[in-house]
């Protein structure tokens, strides 16, 4: 079975400093990751994916993730963080292949002041 | 630009009766989904099809039922709801070989 955990159900930033939402996972073959973003009252907007190609991933809004196998992480980062960050981050993983789907983490609030 | 349309963003029921939510993508997936989110709990999967007139429970599908008589549809079906049916739910189109989803903007249910 796979499963993902999200460390912090909300993280608190000033705008500027640097942004670090953690994901580990579990999957017992390599797997295909995703990084989420939900607005208040909206669906999920795919941030990035790691599909079995460069580990180190860049996405939408400055964002980018790096996929580590010995760590079984898949952190999202961004350098500089912006009011209009602030929003509900999803972590997500999936084995691939045949009728699998998508397990998410928790979620992880990023609170973003000035 | 790809889409998932939810038809009705914002409902409001009463205990006991039945319920509609529905969905339509544009993306010619095959393969498409019900969740459900709660604070703190994340995103559950309620059910979930592969194909025209296929259903596949998921975690939590006590309380619903799905159809798909068209590939570019996909309804959940609330037969009796209740007041712990309260939610927002959402619905994805997905891509078959990495499991990536394209969701809708969310219905959000209230059951009084």
């Known amino acids: 079975a796979q499963s993902v955990t999200q460390l912090g159900s909300h993280v608190s930033v000033s705008e500027g400093a640097l942004v670090l939402l953690r994901c580990n996972y579990s999957s017992s073959v390599p797997p295909y990751l995703f990084w989420y973003v939900q607005y208040p009252n909206q669906g999920l907007q795919l941030l990035l994916k790691?599909?079995?190609?460069?580990?180190l991933v860049k996405g939408i809004n400055g964002f980018e993730a790096e996929f580590k196998k010995s760590e079984t992480s898949f952190h999202l980062t961004k350098p500089s963080a912006h009011m209009s960050d602030a929003a509900e981050y999803f972590c997500?993983?999936?084995?691939?292949?045949?009728?699998?789907?998508?397990?998410f983490g928790k979620g992880t609030m990023l609170l973003v002041s000035p | 630009d790809v889409k998932v349309t939810q038809s009705s963003r914002y409902l409001v029921k009463r205990t006991g009766e039945k319920v509609f939510l529905e969905c339509v993508q544009d993306?010619?997936?095959?393969?498409m989904f019900w969740y459900r989110q709660d604070p703190g709990l994340g995103l559950r999967l309620i059910y979930f099809s592969y194909d025209v007139k296929m259903k596949e429970k998921g975690d939590i599908p006590e309380g619903y039922s799905v159809s798909r008589e068209k590939k570019e549809r996909f309804s959940l079906i609330l037969e009796s709801a209740s007041t712990n049916q309260t939610s927002m739910y959402l619905c994805a189109g997905g891509e078959g070989r990495t499991g990536e989803l394209f969701f809708g903007e969310g219905s959000r249910l209230t059951v009084l």
């Open positions: 997500a993983v999936n084995k691939g292949g045949g009728y699998s789907t998508l397990t």
């Open positions: 993306m010619d997936h095959e393969n």
């Open positions: 790691y599909t079995s190609a460069a580990t």
